[in-house]
């Protein structure tokens, strides 16, 4: 049974004007870019939109514009809770839900310090749920501060209660994606990976979906895998190879890199970040940006996908 949030969404960028403030004729573009790509739905506000970089009224205001701009096409969720504070998060997160979106996206590092064990993480996870009975969450185990993945015992509490409609896993590891997929068997918990590496085992294995930094480039290609690759294995695979090596470029100053893959193919935007400086992606950079861009054309003539 098919659940309610599965297939292949992108981890939004910010698109900001020379000015440094957020462009949202690109964001309208952006939006329509990944609809036009198949995308299932949209992840505004994440880490890639970098969210501890905007201001809280920037955060929610940009979520507004994606809601109205999908226009009940495809989903959209968001999250932006980064506040350190406990009952300022809960503040932020009820700000969120009125936006419009269709789930807010708890941050696993939110709850509890780095040297702090689990039972602050419960105890802090467990009040949000309390104070926000009538908020549809989804949690992504984001990696920056720090990267603090799910216990078993929490992930199937949240399963079998409904605390959770979606995971963003962020484990990179098929030991744990396996363990997981058993943990919430039977409950309407979606698991989306966001490493690209483990993607097609993954789905194998259950998954519902992807949800990662590189669908800013060629979210097609990753949908194309997920509506294909039980139909198709030995192209899916070929496939998989491509993408896990393109997934090299996130370490090539993201999400600078993004950035002017959309300007240069897509969607015009500057390479305004606020958490990279743009020089850092140098000459060989974008010549690698090139190559992956002729290396998708070449896989979309291969699909029959249009460029």
């Excluded at 409950?187 to 979906?209: C, E, K, Q, R, V």
Aim: glycine share 6%; proline share 3%; charged share 25%.
């Amino acid at each position: 049974m098919a659940k309610i949030y599965n297939g292949c969404w992108p981890t939004m960028i910010t698109p900001f004007t020379k000015e440094n403030k957020i462009d949202y004729e690109a964001v309208k573009g952006l939006v329509e870019w990944y609809i036009k790509k198949g995308s299932s739905g949209i992840f505004a506000v994440c880490q890639s939109s970098e969210m501890f970089y905007l201001t809280e009224q920037e955060k929610l205001d940009l979520a507004k514009a994606v809601v109205e701009q999908a226009a009940g096409r495809i989903k959209v969720i968001a999250s932006g809770h980064t506040a350190d504070d406990h009952s300022k998060q809960i503040e932020e997160l009820g700000k969120m839900a009125e936006t419009g979106v269709d789930a807010v996206v708890l941050v696993s590092n939110r709850f509890a310090k780095k040297d702090e064990g689990e039972d602050i993480f419960r105890k802090n996870a467990d009040d949000v749920f309390r104070q926000l009975p009538n908020v549809t969450f989804g949690l992504y185990e984001c990696p920056a501060p720090y990267l603090r993945l799910l216990t078993d015992d929490f992930l199937q509490d949240c399963a079998k209660t409904g605390k959770l409609v979606f995971l963003k896993d962020v484990s990179c590891a098929r030991e744990i994606q396996k363990r997981r997929i058993k943990l919430v068997e039977g409950t309407n918990l979606s698991l989306f990976n966001a490493n690209t590496a483990t993607l097609l085992d993954s789905l194998i294995d259950g998954y519902d979906g992807y949800n990662g930094v590189m669908a800013n480039c060629h979210i097609d290609l990753y949908v194309w895998l997920y509506n294909n690759f039980r139909k198709d294995p030995k192209t899916a695979r070929e496939l998989m190879d491509f993408l896990t090596l393109c997934g090299v470029i996130e370490a090539r100053c993201y999400p600078v890199s993004a950035k002017w893959h959309q300007n240069k193919y897509d969607v015009p935007m500057t390479l305004v970040t606020r958490s990279k400086d743009p020089a850092l992606l140098n000459e060989n950079g974008r010549i690698e940006l090139e190559a992956m861009h002729r290396m998708e054309s070449a896989w979309r003539k291969r699909l029959g996908l249009p460029e």
